[in-house]
């Protein structure tokens, strides 16, 4: 049964840290671009983040130089380290599998995930 569990989420200030984990179990883990998105209230699902086979990443804008994504293959594991939190960094992050065999921007896209976990609750608080 193909699973992803996100934890590390809670409450944080402004300014704080943060790191998200993504446990997944019942596939080839190494093959797959993996990716983090996030959805506010009332607002829609966005990219975040993606890594894909080799360890390429992507970023989106508002988080470059803030986020970074990583994965370990052997734990099949993936992470992102959140630092500088801001209050609209505050969202609901969910990890997400998106193509086998794909590399760079082919990770990208809500409508390219297959697999998601269930979701793990940020807010930072000014």
């Known amino acids: 049964q193909v699973q992803l569990v996100e934890s590390g989420g809670g409450s944080v200030q402004a300014g704080g840290s943060l790191r998200l984990s993504c446990a997944a179990s019942?596939?080839?883990?190494?093959?797959?671009?993996m990716s983090w998105f996030r959805q506010a209230p009332g607002k829609e699902r966005e990219d975040v983040a993606s890594i894909d086979r080799n360890g390429g990443t992507i970023y989106a804008d508002s988080v470059k130089g803030r986020f970074t994504i990583s994965r370990d293959n052997a734990k099949t594991t993936l992470y992102l380290q959140m630092n500088s939190l801001k209050p609209e960094d505050t969202a609901m992050y969910y990890c997400?599998?998106?193509?086998?065999?794909?590399?760079?921007?082919?990770?990208?896209?809500?409508?390219?995930?297959?697999?998601w976990g269930q979701g793990t609750q940020v807010t930072v608080s000014s």
């Open positions: 997400a599998r998106g193509p086998q065999w794909r590399l760079g921007a082919d990770c990208l896209g809500v409508q390219n995930q297959h697999v």
């Open positions: 019942g596939y080839t883990f190494n093959v797959y671009c």
